[in-house]
Each structure stands twice: as C-alpha cells, then as structure tokens.
C-alpha cells in the first residue's frame, strides 16, 4: 500500500505518525512540539489557498506548513482508533 | 551576587512571570558573545542579592535555531546558582524534555508548573511530590498570571540560594546533552504515574471560537474587521493624547522655556529651542501611540490569536518569503511605522524579521497622509482628490510586495514555521499594562539620542549661515537643495519642494510646516494656493509618490538600526526606499508629460 502523507488527511480525520522524513532542525522542533512517531495526530483544518495544517497531537495544537506535511508519513486514516 | 536564569518553552507564561519576579524594574543585558537582548532584573530574595535573566523561549537545548544556540552559548558562558524552569502544565507531557535536559547537564533546578488554573479546567492531574522525588529537584505549582503559588516558590527559591551551593558553568554542553532515544525512555519513566493527562484536549471554547475565527470563508473578514478595528482604537485615543502631550510641550516652551531663555543670543536660543527642545518633543509624540499599540499587541499576542492570525495569512504570505504575524505588523505600519517595527519581535527568525522591518516603511503612516490631504485638497477637485489617496494607498501596498519579492533571497527564512496554536486566553489587565510600559521604556531609550541629533542636525543646515532666512536658498539646506536640483528637476520637484523633503527626513509631521517657512505663508489658505500656482498636479503626483516611497522618518531609521543591530542594514533600508522613490516619481512624471500631460 502507498505511504500516506500527513498532507493525504481529510480535515477530522485521525491517523498516527509513522515516520518523519525531515532534516535534523525540524526534527527537534517537531519532537519538542509533540510530533513524534507513534503519536496520534488529528487534522482539524487546512489553511485557504493552500495554506497551512491545522493539526492536534495530544494537549497541543500546532500549525504547519503543507510542504513539511509532506514529509511526514502516517498510517492508513482509521487504523489508528 | 547570585545568578538566576529563567528558562522555557514559548508559551508558558515565562515572560509573565518573569515580569511578576521583578517588578518592572527589568532592564536589558548584555552578555559577550551573545547578539540577542535579554531581559535581566535585581531581585532581593530573601538578604540575598538576585540578578534573575529571562532567556529567550526554546522548545529543545539541541535544537538549531537562533535562539536555542543562545541559550547554550549562554549556560557554557555563565556560572549560574540557580535555574528555573517553567512549564506549561496542561503541555507537562512534551514539555518534561526541557528539565531532563537541565538535569543531564547538572544544573541545580526548581521545576514551576505554570498555568495550573488550566490544567485543572482541561483535567491535567500531577503529583508534583513524586514528580520532584524523580527527577531530583523541587516542583512547584504556581498560575503565573493570577499569582497563586507565587508566595511558596519564592520561599523555596530563597531557602535554595540560602544553601550557598557552588555556582555551576556548564562544560561540554553539546556532548552531554541526550539522544532522541534516551530522552523518550526518561520522559516515559519520569511522567508514569506521576501525570494523569485526558485522553485528548477538551477545550471547548477554544474550538468553537476557531470554528469561526479560522473558518475559510468568514475567518479573512473576521480578521481584518478586528485589526480596523485595533487600528481605530489606537488612532482614536492616540491623537487626542498625542495632540495634549503636544499642547502640554508647547505651553512649557510658550511660559518657561522662551521667558528662561530670553537674554541668550537668537542663534543659541534657536538651537535651544526649535532644536533640542522640539526634537525631544517630536520623540515624545510617539510615546502615547506606542504605548496604546503595544496594549493592543498584548491582547492579541496574548490572547493567541497572533497565531490564529498567521495561519490564516500564511498561504499568502508564504510566497513572499514572509508570515502572515509580517502581514499583521505591515498592517499597523499603516498607523505608524515605529511600533509595527518593534512589533516584529514577537518574529524569532532574524532572515523573516529583517524582510519584514525592510517592508513596513512602506505602509503608508499617518504623518504621510496628513501631507497627501494637504495636496490633494490643494491641487485637485473635491470628487477626485479621495481617488488619489487611494491610489496612493495601492502604489504603497505595491511598494511592499515588491520590496519582499526583490529581498526574500537576501533573507532566507530558515526557521520552519511550525506555530503553536495555543487556547485562547486572555490577558489580566496588569499584563497589558507592564507590557505596554516597558516597550514604551525601551523605545524612548533607544531612540532619543538619534533622533535628537538629527533634528539638531536639520536645524542647523536650516539655520546656518545666520545671517539668512531660515530655509531660504542661501542656508545650507537651501543650497544642498540647489545641488541636488539636477537629481529632482527630472521628477518635476522644484528647489522648494526639494527643501522640504529635506525636512521630511526628520518626520513627515514637519512637511508642511517646512513647506509654510520656505513659502513665508501660513499652513492654511495662502501656502495651498501658493503652491498651486507655482506646480501643476503631475507636479504635485510625482512630489507625493517621492514622499510616499523615500525614507519615512529618523524614529523609523532610529528603531530600525536599533531593532536590526546593524548600520548596514538600517542604511540598505534608507538607500532602497530612496532609489525606489526616485524611480516611481521618475518614470510617472516623464510618462504623464510624454503622454501629454
């Protein structure tokens, strides 16, 4: 089956992060931030025009720029209950 | 005496409590080897003498960005006895990385779990007792906002310094910092048991609010509605207050100043005067406006909708190598462009915050549109003089986007833009207050000493030789005007007008002013007429386009050198707006008489 992008997600949808296919820098922000592999992330809603992710992991809700979205592979959506 | 830092995640409420330890009486440090200002107070704590440092908010000591390489440039440079880290509760699950890193370092710590009022409304339970038993320093609850706690963490902080253990300097930091994998076992084995965390964050208020504040069709309008709306607030007081700061200033020279100074010389006593005296005076002016923006900023910095407000801007922003907080800021630019520009501090990344200080001047300020009233009514009929303005007001958004287009290569923004969207909350009055004063503070002392000497210096080349009138042809204005003639005659700007953009260096405030000396007439009725018969309106356009692009004042400069750190930068600034002025006000004043005009 076809990796799935973090930037894949419908708005509502939950799916749990996989892997994180980023340089260093952004792996420590995003780690610091919450987003590590094995949480569970729900996307609440995309910016217009493209614009930014609106996502949910744990207690935090952070925004992110959809071309580090698609770096960041997770599970098939539903897998993750 | 004992060295205190305070360090944390962005978000936490450290600035807030920061501003509750010491009062604000905090003042700005330096520390060699370090280019970023920080925060630093004396603080008695209990017969012991503090000197507290608020370090610049970090999500990871590892990490690359430019204010985590601060933090650890400044753990290895000074000897510390005590830090102090705070954490948000609600977030104690990601934000626990922070004191485990400290402790690896082995720095003496206290834990303060902030925002404890949150944690129980969003029902984050943490027993700080087995919490402090494992991680091996203390762990305090406190609500740095509403102050409850604050009374048992300063006693324990006192009794801690009180131990005289020796002062710790970190050697060897990157070395001994942990791994990814052991950091992910600490945080499993310190949080198990200790932190009871629901299953997911049940704010309800904040996702109902963002259902409409960030929603894809209403979020846009919401968003500009409540800026206009700032912006009213802040013009609407802001000029009155300014107008009596103005009055107050007047009456002191009219009743004390000129009767004290009298017997001098008209030379000294007009250096005196209209020098030093109305160049503090043109400082002050800025005062109660920077003072009502910064109220305003606390609010919506605060509140969390700063980065509501970046995330409905990004996608736009983006392209222009800025973010939608650059788009906020360049909105403020449009009441005046010295606040918008500390205003960019709330950016950490230097590339983005130096593109976005090089496009505010562009916005076009209120001083500007006082002297396009004045022409407009001057030079065109009632029904298209408000069509000028506007246009006036798309040329200065245009200005913007190129600038930002043009230098987004020169400032790369390295930082990613992965923005915490925390819930909305707001601010306690006091807050507003301490926030608003101390930027007022720092304004005043960073740029009163430039700006007064460019008045002083203006004054001068206005007034020298002395034997001439003021600003007439044969000051040294009035031939540096003659000069530089060859450069504006091609944009249709007289020596006249010449001299007063001259005088629109100093601040746009003082264009007509400068204007009714050199004509020898009143601001009202006579100079408009005079100078509508002496230029046509291509004339008159091209002298507005000039004044609309070019340098907007010396606070502007002032806090730009100020802000940037760098001379470079703040003359890249006033070399690019000057270039690009020339060239606007060139090409639409040979193109209209081309065209026939």
């Not at chain 2, 994998?181 to 200790?194: R, S, T």
Request: aromatic fraction near 10%; include cysteine.
């Amino acid at each position: 089956m076809a990796p799935i992008h973090l930037a894949d997600l419908k708005p509502g949808q939950t799916a749990t992060i996989l892997v994180l296919h980023i340089d260093a820098s952004l792996q420590h922000r995003f780690c610091a931030l919450g987003l590590r592999c094995g949480q569970e992330i729900h996307l609440l809603r995309q910016g217009w025009m493209k614009g930014p992710l609106h996502v949910r992991v744990g207690m935090t809700e952070v925004m992110l720029r959809r071309c580090d979205a698609h770096r960041i592979y997770v599970t098939a959506v539903g897998e993750a209950a | 005496m004992k060295q205190i830092a305070v360090l944390g995640m962005p978000n936490t409420g450290k600035s807030t409590f920061f501003n509750r330890l010491t009062g604000s009486h905090a003042h700005i440090g330096n520390w060699p080897g370090i280019t970023v200002d920080l925060m630093m107070a004396e603080v008695k704590l209990g017969d012991e003498l503090a000197e507290v440092v608020d370090l610049p908010g970090i999500y990871d000591l590892r990490g690359f960005s430019a204010d985590e390489a601060v933090v650890r440039c400044f753990l290895e440079k000074t000897p510390l006895d005590l830090v102090l880290i705070i954490l948000n509760t609600t977030q104690i699950d990601r934000q626990i990385i922070l004191p485990l890193q400290v402790r690896q370092l082995g720095l003496p710590a206290v834990v303060l779990l902030n925002m404890t009022d949150e944690a129980k409304r969003f029902g984050v339970k943490v027993q700080s007792d087995l919490l402090a038993q494992r991680l091996g320093m203390p762990v305090l609850p406190i609500s740095a906002k509403y102050g409850v706690g604050y009374q048992a963490a300063i006693a324990t902080l006192t009794e801690l310094l009180q131990q005289h253990h020796p002062m710790v300097q970190v050697e060897g930091l990157e070395e001994r910092l942990l791994n990814d994998q052991q950091l992910a076992v600490d945080l499993g084995a310190i949080l198990e048991g200790a932190v009871q965390m629901p299953l997911r964050l049940s704010d309800q208020w904040t996702t109902r609010l963002d259902r409409f504040l960030l929603h894809p069709v209403l979020g846009l309008p919401i968003f500009f509605g409540a800026m206009y709306l700032i912006f009213q607030v802040i013009y609407a007081l802001g000029s009155p207050m300014q107008a009596v700061l103005g009055d107050g200033l007047d009456w002191f020279k009219g009743n004390a100043l000129e009767p004290l100074l009298s017997p001098f010389p008209s030379f000294l006593k007009g250096f005196l005067i209209d020098g030093l005296y109305e160049g503090i005076g043109t400082v002050a002016a800025f005062l109660p406006v920077i003072f009502l923006f910064f109220l305003c900023m606390a609010i919506i910095e605060d509140s969390g909708y700063l980065a509501r407000s970046a995330f409905l801007m990004d996608a736009l922003m983006e392209r222009l190598g800025l973010d939608g907080r650059s788009f906020v800021m360049a909105l403020m630019g449009f009441g005046c462009n010295v606040p918008a520009i500390l205003g960019t501090r709330v950016m950490r990344s230097p590339g983005l915050r130096m593109l976005s200080m090089l496009v505010i001047p562009f916005s076009l300020c209120s001083a500007r549109l006082n002297v396009f009233m004045f022409m407009t009514t001057a030079m065109f009929a009632a029904n298209i003089a408000p069509r000028v303005i506007f246009s006036l007001y798309l040329l200065s958004f245009a200005a913007a986007l190129l600038t930002a287009a043009l230098f987004k290569g020169k400032f790369p923004n390295q930082e990613p833009l992965a923005l915490e969207l925390p819930p909305y909350r707001f601010p306690t009055i006091k807050q507003m207050l301490v926030r608003a004063w101390c930027e007022v503070k720092h304004f005043w002392i960073w740029s009163r000493r430039f700006i007064i000497v460019g008045v002083v210096a203006i004054w001068l080349l206005n007034n020298l030789p002395t034997n001439v009138p003021t600003a007439s042809a044969q000051t040294l204005s009035g031939m540096i005007g003659e000069t530089i003639q060859p450069l504006f005659a091609p944009l249709g700007i007289n020596p006249q007008l010449t001299v007063a953009l001259f005088f629109g260096f100093i601040a746009k405030e003082i264009v007509l002013g400068g204007l009714a000396v050199i004509y020898g007439k009143s601001e009202g009725g006579d100079l408009a007429g005079a100078i509508a018969q002496q230029i046509d309106w291509v004339q008159a356009y091209s002298f507005m386009l000039f004044t609309l692009l070019y340098v907007p004042c010396l606070s502007t400069i002032a806090v730009l050198k100020s802000e940037s750190k760098s001379l470079k930068f703040a003359l890249l600034s006033v070399g690019w707006s000057l270039g690009l002025a020339w060239f606007a006000s060139f090409v639409f004043y040979q193109s209209a008489r081309v065209l026939g005009f």
